[in-house]
């Protein structure tokens, strides 16, 4: 799978995507951009749903997105580190699908895996860009690429923006992918254990999150991100 896309996701859990970004992905297909999807693992830890059960949720949020490709890149869930192994798997990815964004998990949240997912993927950024880090994909020796922004969403815990989306057109079909989990998300009828995202009140929490982003913009629904670096502004009308 070489495909290029403009825009590479790259988070830890399946469902990432679809609780902190599905908005801002869906505003920028519409855009006429493409957008490909890439996890580190399974999600196998969680306290719900099966790697299996996960996978197939995560391939029908695929088509309600309708972004180009998903899949996983099998490091260990809630063990993985910034090895050299583990590294080289995202570069792959990166090379592979030469996108000029990256869109990664908070930089720090109440799931570790989020912080230390998005230390990793910036980190393979930087190096996907040197010409002495080789990687080959399919037995090819793979070009460098650097992608030129990689920006951070908020999660779980409040982090000050650096930038907002406007995700109001698109955030009914951000729940529909969102609701695919259907194993990870409250369910009176469910006899697992429970967890902070299985709670009746989380949904409601993330539409309060969302619209507390959109009121700092001056519409409905928003999704927030940071950057490790000024972002350049060509036109100072562009700015909303």
Not at 111 to 137: K, N, W
Not at 143 to 168: C, G, M, S
Request: glycine share 8%.
């Amino acid at each position: 799978m070489s495909q290029q896309v403009d825009i590479l996701c790259v988070t830890a859990h399946p469902d990432d995507v679809e609780i902190s970004m599905a908005g801002t992905v869906l505003h920028h297909l519409a855009l006429g951009h493409s957008v490909g999807l890439v996890e580190l693992t399974a999600g196998e830890l969680g306290t719900r749903g099966t790697p299996e059960v996960r996978k197939k949720e995560a391939d029908a949020a695929l088509k309600v997105l309708g972004a180009a490709f998903r899949y996983q890149l099998g490091l260990a869930d809630g063990f993985f580190r910034p090895d050299r192994e583990s590294l080289e798997r995202v570069i792959v990815a990166l090379r592979r699908h030469r996108p000029k964004v990256v869109l990664t998990n908070a930089v720090r949240d109440r799931h570790p895996d989020h912080g230390r997912a998005a230390a990793m993927v910036a980190e393979a950024c930087f190096l996907s860009g040197l010409r002495r880090v080789p990687t080959s994909d399919a037995g090819v020796q793979q070009e460098v690429w650097r992608p030129a922004t990689v920006l951070h969403a908020v999660q779980d815990h409040w982090i000050d923006p650096d930038l907002i989306f406007d995700i109001t057109p698109h955030w009914q079909r951000k729940m529909e992918s969102l609701l695919c989990f259907k194993s990870q998300f409250h369910d009176p009828a469910s006899t697992e254990p429970t967890s902070p995202i299985a709670n009746p009140d989380f949904l409601p929490f993330l539409e309060a999150r969302a619209r507390e982003m959109g009121r700092l913009l001056g519409v409905t629904y928003g999704e927030g991100f940071t950057t490790a670096r000024p972002i350049g502004v060509g036109d100072v009308l562009d700015l909303g």
